[in-house]
């Protein structure tokens, strides 16, 4: 079993910067794509950035040109920053993970979620 533990959420006002991180621990061979996802009240969870173990990004177009997804593979973490925040950014943040198990297993986990506030 992997686990992800997120931290960095908080309030901030708009305009205001935050930069969320997420770290992996458990038996694991090696981390492939990584990603945060953000879910409103009522509203589903959506994607808003992806990184691949070689660094290659995608953000949703909310996001584009605000945020950058970054990781740092010997320390099994991923990182969001987040600047020019907008109440629309208010959400919990969850973390997500592909994992390769030494047998080759492949499985994902979820973090438990990091909230978001952004005031106006």
């Known amino acids: 079993q992997v686990q992800l533990v997120e931290s960095g959420g908080g309030l901030v006002q708009a305009g205001g910067s935050l930069r969320l991180s997420c770290a992996a621990s458990?038996?694991?061979?090696?981390?492939?794509?990584m990603g945060w996802y953000r879910q409103a009240p009522g509203k589903q969870r959506d994607v808003v950035a992806t990184i691949t173990r070689g660094g290659s990004t995608n953000y949703a177009d909310s996001v584009k040109g605000r945020f950058t997804i970054s990781r740092d593979n010997a320390k099994n973490t991923v990182y969001l920053q987040m600047n020019s925040l907008k109440p629309e950014d208010t959400a919990v943040y969850y973390c997500?993970?592909?994992?390769?198990?030494?047998?080759?297993?492949?499985?994902?986990?979820w973090g438990q979620g990091t909230q978001v506030t952004v005031s106006s």
């Open positions: 997500n993970a592909e994992y390769v198990y030494v047998n080759g297993r492949i499985d994902r986990s």
């Open positions: 458990g038996s694991f061979f090696r981390l492939n794509d």
